[in-house]
């Protein structure tokens, strides 16, 4: 039942068509998914009845078309975001790069906005790049272990870390800070809407740096709010 206790993560990972009532609103759904919608309302200064009203005709309509990531076995939902988010992002990364250098080269000087744009976007591809070769070496191997740990009834020893809790609270730290940079771009970018005097690569890069974001949103919100607990509670199981 929808009440303005229900957190904002979970929520988007039962109907992922709800994430578009949180984007239009400006409420960060991935990085700070653990919040309740009467949490979120009080510090956006929203009405929380028209934010539930919203919701509900979102749930209410009918769709096919919505993936429902929620059901995916750990190991498979691992996976898609290794080889869809990951292999996105280290594709993207370089092309986007070389459009923001080309357009601070020619507008900077008129939009010194640009060259903190590409401040951020280089720190935050850079670490995004660590951070997921720290997932596909450590993370996700041993979530693909307890899956077929789980499968066979056995159990699983303590890795050197630890608790998988571990390496789940340092990826979502990491996950914050990444939010925070896309927040000061989107800020610089006016919402990545190029200004008139724009040329055609300017407003290629601003809307590839968008579409990067909402891969991002995405990609952070399987994890944080689906991946991430699947695996905890996974591991709650086996130590049983």
């Not at 998914?33 to 929380?48: F, H, M, Q, Y």
């Not at 998988?164 to 800020?187: L, N, Y």
């Not at 200004?195 to 994890?223: M, Q, S, W």
Request: overall charge negative; charged content about 30%.
């Amino acid at each position: 039942m929808l009440t303005e206790n229900k957190i904002i993560g979970e929520l988007v990972a039962e109907d992922y068509r709800t994430a578009q009532i949180f984007k239009n609103h400006k409420i960060d759904f991935c990085c700070q998914g653990n919040r309740s919608i009467a949490a979120v309302c009080e510090t956006e200064n929203l009405d929380k009845n028209s934010l539930l009203d919203e919701i509900k005709s979102v749930q209410n309509q009918t769709s096919s078309s919505t993936t429902d990531y929620q059901s995916w076995p750990l190991d498979l939902l691992a996976d898609y975001i290794e080889k869809k988010h990951h292999r996105y992002a280290e594709k993207q990364i370089p092309v986007i790069r070389e459009y923001l250098a080309k357009i601070c080269q020619v507008h900077g000087d008129h939009h010194p906005e640009l060259l903190e744009i590409s401040k951020n976007f280089t720190a935050s591809s850079g670490e995004l790049a660590m951070h997921m070769k720290k997932e596909e070496l450590i993370l996700f191997p041993l979530m693909r272990k307890m899956v077929k740990e789980h499968e066979n009834g056995g159990k699983i020893d303590p890795a050197s870390f630890g608790s998988v809790s571990a390496p789940i609270q340092k990826m979502m730290s990491e996950h914050e800070t990444e939010g925070e940079r896309f927040r000061e771009i989107a800020k610089l970018s006016n919402d990545y809407t190029a200004p008139a005097d724009a040329c055609n690569t300017y407003r290629v890069a601003f809307g590839l740096l968008k579409e990067y974001e909402t891969d991002l949103h995405l990609h952070i919100h399987l994890e944080n709010n689906i991946l991430f607990p699947k695996s905890m509670s996974m591991e709650k199981e086996l130590s049983a």
